[in-house]
């Protein structure tokens, strides 16, 4: 049975190959390697010296870990793709090949807008693209479409006010 943990510096190689696997998505898209990933400054800042003090993130593993998710804070002299604010954390999931659609996503989402709330966080941001799967559970969850570009959404859950 799987279970969700606090991410830790310990888990930083294993964010970088989730943020390739969030990266490229899509069945027929080839997964970069994480050093291509990560050779990539629009990406790598996603993951780039985790955790960084205001960091949160949750790994779900069984013997094995099988995804994460995690927020960052980004600014606007270094926005990330979901960017809103410097106020609001945006968020990057992914779950490895073979352990989606099995409420694992649910689960590391969850657990970042319970940290959220219990913290004050006032909004949870992403960016998703419009064909990806994802996207349901986004909503699912109360996310909506704050704006679009390029293919892409940026969504937001609000949590306070």
Do not use: C
């Amino acid at each position: 049975m799987a279970t969700v943990r606090r991410a830790t510096a310990a888990d930083a190689p294993f964010l970088q190959q989730v943020l390739a696997i969030a990266a490229d998505w899509r069945p027929d898209a080839g997964v970069r390697t994480v050093a291509a990933v990560m050779a990539d400054p629009a990406l790598a800042h996603y993951v780039a010296g985790w955790p960084a003090p205001r960091d949160v993130g949750f790994v779900v593993e069984d013997d094995r870990p099988l995804g994460a998710a995690w927020w960052r804070f980004f600014t606007e002299q270094d926005p990330g793709y979901g960017f809103v604010d410097p106020a609001t954390p945006e968020i990057s999931i992914g779950v490895t090949t073979g352990f989606r659609r099995r409420g694992l996503g649910t689960a590391l989402l969850e657990a970042l807008v319970d940290e959220a709330r219990h913290l004050g966080v006032p909004a949870l941001s992403l960016s998703v693209e419009t064909g990806n799967p994802a996207r349901s559970l986004y909503q699912r969850l109360g996310f909506v479409t704050r704006s679009r570009a390029a293919g892409s959404l940026t969504m937001i859950l609000k949590l306070t006010g």
